[in-house]
């Protein structure tokens, strides 16, 4: 098989050159290339795209690496992207796997986390760091005694769909025009939704779906 090619987006140079030495020891990669600017990664993937892409949380804010991943993984399909986070909520987590990237570590994942992310990623599977995996356990569980919410009226199938928009962080502006409905509309079912649930907010909205298995 082929070794990869790995594209490493982050700075300072110290610290990627640093990184790009340890990982040419292992000899999991062909070659690795460091880009320091946007500039110089969208070169890359216009001229010659790597198979593994690791970019950081010190190059683009949250919001701005979403639409990043997302344009990346519509025009390279096999790319696997790596993100270094900076302690993301779970819910921004879920959200960057969403949006395509394969691998999740924080920036206080050691150098061994790192390769046995890698090593997931070459057998096709998505890699999680501790850290995260420890935070999502505890957003889901709750603090003593986990019990499931009861609802008394079930969801409509209208709501279900809007209950799954809702957890891959879409707002009501961009549910209605998924939908094709009216904001108001869109309002009114988030409102139902809340209350049917009896929670206070899309946090409780998404607790509720990943304990009764409705998400992943």
Known sequence: MMRP????????LLY??????????????????????????????????????????NMLILTDLYKSVE??????????????????????????????????????SRYDEFIKSIQALLLNEIYICDHAKNRMINFISHEQNQTKIHIKDPLTKRELEILKLICDGLSSKDISEKLFISINTVETH???????????????VVKYALENHIID
């Open 5 to 12: 090619r790995l594209t490493i987006f982050d700075e300072p």
């Open 16 to 57: 990627t050159e640093g990184l790009s030495k340890l990982l040419g020891q292992t000899e999991i990669f062909a070659n690795i290339h460091i880009c320091n600017c946007p500039q110089a990664l969208a070169l890359v993937l216009k001229d010659d795209p790597p198979e593994f892409l690791m970019i950081s949380s």
């Open 190 to 204: 988030r409102k139902r939704i809340l209350l049917k649930l009896n929670v206070k907010n899309s946090v409780g």
């Open 71 to 108: 344009n990346i993984t519509s025009k390279n399909k096999g790319i696997k992207i790596i993100i270094i986070g900076n302690d993301y909520d779970v819910i921004d987590i879920r959200k960057l796997f969403n949006k395509g990237i394969k691998s999740y570590l924080d920036k206080n």
